[in-house]
């Protein structure tokens, strides 16, 4: 019993503690935290045909190992998320220097932009592109996305996300043609001038509430003409325009009549 007592009582007994409650720890939440990688397996043939296409599309603004330029950001960490949003969007490779990258018709397919993604995924951690279930609208609540999206996105997004002016020559984009996944990556990488919502901010069921909510807009306006969903203003210029047209038809009417 002494013996057992003082094997208890070691000093190195704490750190024998410590080191299997870390172990402990790390095991819970490796077993429990919710995973955000695609089901797909990247292969290393994947990576390279992706290293291949980055070193002769994107290497000249981004540097040989992606490790960035003189105004020009690393992609070390910025995960597959990103590379599949801004390419498949066709925003990279920019088409010219301005304000910010507008979207056009992708200079690359499906599978290379998969490819390329997966090389920037093996450079540096960072956001997976989301799965199918993520981005289902039909698993989605619109009216909770609809108060998440007025709450965090209406003010450069417009309130349905009919998009909106910005400072400096840039632009908040319509959302209603972006394809469900390109809404959840940008939400989850934040491009340009976007803020970044990761998972802490708005989780993923509420990031497919969101997606649920913009896809409803796609339908049309339950209460007619939306006249660019711009709000009150658009609305009450053309009620302003239409009222005083039929004022002064009367005025006019009134008048050659009295004559």
Not at 61 to 81: D, I
């Amino acid at each position: 019993m002494k013996a057992l007592a003082a094997r208890r009582h070691h000093r190195l007994a704490p750190v024998v503690l410590l080191l299997l409650a870390l172990l402990t720890t790390g095991g819970v939440y490796a077993a429990l935290a919710p995973s955000t990688a695609k089901a797909e397996t990247v292969s290393t043939a994947d990576i390279e045909t992706g290293k291949k296409l980055f070193q002769a599309n994107c290497a000249t603004c981004h540097g040989a190992n992606a490790q960035g330029t003189e105004g020009v950001p690393s992609l070390v960490g910025v995960g597959a998320a990103a590379v599949d949003f801004q390419v498949s969007t066709g925003r990279m490779p920019m088409q010219m220097s301005g304000p910010q990258a507008e979207a056009k018709p992708p200079q690359f397919d499906k599978e290379q932009t998969a490819a390329l993604s997966a090389y920037v995924a093996s450079l540096g951690a960072g956001p997976a592109i989301p799965t199918d279930e993520q981005v289902d609208p039909a698993q989605g609540d619109p009216s909770n996305g609809m108060a998440l999206f007025r709450t965090n996105c209406a003010m450069c997004h417009n309130a349905v996300g009919a998009g909106g002016a910005l400072s400096e020559g840039k632009f908040a984009p319509a959302l209603w043609e972006t394809s469900e996944r390109n809404i959840y990556q940008a939400m989850l990488t934040g491009p340009q001038s976007m803020p970044v919502f990761n998972d802490a901010n708005i989780t993923p069921d509420e990031k497919r509430d969101i997606v649920s909510f913009l896809v409803e807009q796609r339908e049309g306006s339950a209460g007619g003409n939306a006249l660019g969903a711009l709000g009150p203003v658009s609305e009450g210029l053309w009620a302003f325009a239409i009222g005083l047209g039929l004022l002064i038809g009367a005025a006019v009417w009134i008048g050659a009549k009295s004559s």
